[in-house]
Nanobody, 119 residues
Framework: QVQLVESGGGLVQAGGSLRLSCVTSQDVFSFKTMAWFHQAPDQQPELVAAITRRGKINYGDSVKARFTLSRDNAKNTLDLQMDSLKPEDSGTYYC?????????????WGQGTQVTVSS
């Protein structure tokens, strides 16, 4: 079982910054991908940013040039630096990992951390 613990959410004014962190219970190289998802109220979760085992990073269109994803291989953490925050960035942010088990994949989610951006 994979455990993911997120932290770093909070209340910030528009234009401000927050840094989210996700600590994993396993070596980050055991995951096919690691990612952050954003879920706004009454919406489906959408991808914010993801990194593959080899280190390739992809960002969602709405956060490009504002958010930066980083992985600390020694600490088994996945961080999301969020700058120039907008009210529409508000919501719950979830850490997600995919484990490749050969015939199938498992996806694990953290409990989420709340971000509120005031206008």
């Amino acid at each position: 079982q994979v455990q993911l613990v997120e932290s770093g959410g909070g209340l910030v004014q528009a234009g401000g910054s927050l840094r989210l962190s996700c600590v994993t219970s396993q070596d980050v190289f055991s995951f096919k991908t690691m990612a952050w998802f954003h879920q706004a109220p009454d919406q489906q979760p959408e991808l914010v940013a993801a990194i593959t085992r080899r280190g390739k990073i992809n960002y969602g269109d709405s956060v490009k040039a504002r958010f930066t994803l980083s992985r600390d291989n020694a600490k088994n953490t996945l961080d999301l630096q969020m700058d120039s925050l907008k009210p529409e960035d508000s919501g719950t942010y979830y850490c997600n990992v995919t484990v490749d088990l050969g015939d199938y994949e498992e996806r694990w989610w953290g409990q989420g951390t709340q971000v509120t951006v005031s206008s």
